[in-house]
């Protein structure tokens, strides 16, 4: 499968976070919508309001729509604004882990669980202890479960410092080291934090924090984390200049080192992925604005093959 394919045509759906469960695959997007709500840097205008599943027994089969599995009404901290959420599996249950922002709008994060992976999920009362920001990745090793997230500007994580919210709420200074993802392994319940989060520091080829002025390569949002030959490979958007881009490291909390990029800017202003391995082969799993004619709230879900070369580099894809 070397030519790009679009997932479904009769729903937008973006952020598709693809895992296998009992040999199909499963994949968790948002639900994109049309608010009415005019484009701004907060991102307003992402106001969705549930999450569907998807499934499909081979990359270029049927995909199933699994239906609502998610509402927000059923949420009861709810304030608004499902974005991307992911998934992890344990002992028979499924754990759903979204971003929503609460009633004082500030972004958490949330669980709902289930005993199937399409669901229905039933959330819990309140949003994990010691949540912020968005985008939750969950990478799963060895039984023990890591949840990488943040996203800038809308995303809120310019609001904190080493995990602690502060005053000002301002991103770094051009030429101080960038605003990093987060990484904390989750306790045995699922439910909760083990640890304060940490850093995922992205180096430069000198072994140099990338800084916040470095807009080509620096994290803004989307983390995803796989692994590849026994490297870690940290993978995200870098926002306002479009990128997917990746970092390697030699275990789950790195740091990492910037290697390149994944998939060059694609029609609409945000680009969010997963990585999957599916029978041999690698999947990169992402969207775009085509379909709704570059409405940057109203995006796509695709699936594109992705190709290593033999020292482990990820070959770039063309986003459009
Ligand atoms: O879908 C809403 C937000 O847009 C996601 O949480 C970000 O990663 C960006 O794709």
């Given at each position: ?69 998610l509402?927000v ?32 709008d500030?972004?958490?994060?949330g669980v ?8 229905p ?26 949840m ?27 030429d ?64 306002n ?10 275990n ?69």
């Open positions: 499968m070397k030519e790009p394919r679009y997932l479904v045509d009769h729903a937008y759906m973006a952020d598709p976070s693809a895992h296998v469960f009992n040999g199909k695959i499963y994949i968790y997007p948002s639900h994109d919508v049309e608010s009415g709500i005019p484009e701004n840097d907060n991102g307003d205008h992402f106001d969705m309001r549930d999450y569907h599943v998807f499934s499909m027994e081979s990359i270029d089969g049927e995909v199933t729509d699994h239906g609502k599995a509402d009404k059923d949420i009861p901290w709810a304030g608004r604004q499902l974005w991307d959420c992911d998934i992890a599996h344990k002992d028979g249950t499924y754990y759903l882990y979204f971003p929503l922002k609460d009633q004082t500030i972004f958490r994060i709902a669980t289930s005993d199937k992976p399409e669901g999920f039933k959330p819990l009362d309140a949003p994990m202890k010691g949540s912020f920001s968005i985008d939750p990745c969950i990478f799963e090793e060895d039984g023990k479960h890591y990488y997230f943040g996203g800038l500007w809308g995303g809120q994580l310019q609001r904190y410092r080493d995990g602690k919210a502060i005053e000002c709420g301002l991103e770094p200074k051009e101080e080291p960038a605003l990093p993802a987060r990484v904390a392994r989750l306790a045995d319940t699922m439910l909760e934090f083990a640890e304060p989060s940490k850093a995922i520091v992205i180096l430069d080829e000198n072994g140099k924090p990338l800084t916040a002025g470095d807009h080509d390569r620096r994290f803004f949002e989307a983390s995803w984390m796989h692994k590849y030959n026994g490297k870690y490979y940290f993978s995200y958007s870098t926002g200049t479009h990128r997917l881009c990746y970092a390697t490291g030699d789950p909390y790195g740091p990492f080192t910037y290697q390149g990029v994944i998939l060059t800017p694609v029609v609409g202003w945000t680009t969010h992925h997963s990585i999957i391995e599916f029978k041999g082969k690698s999947y990169l799993f992402f969207h775009d604005s085509v379909p709704s004619g570059g409405k940057t709230w109203l995006r796509s879900m695709k699936v594109v093959e992705l190709e290593y070369d033999t020292e482990g580099r990820i070959k770039t894809i063309e986003g459009q």
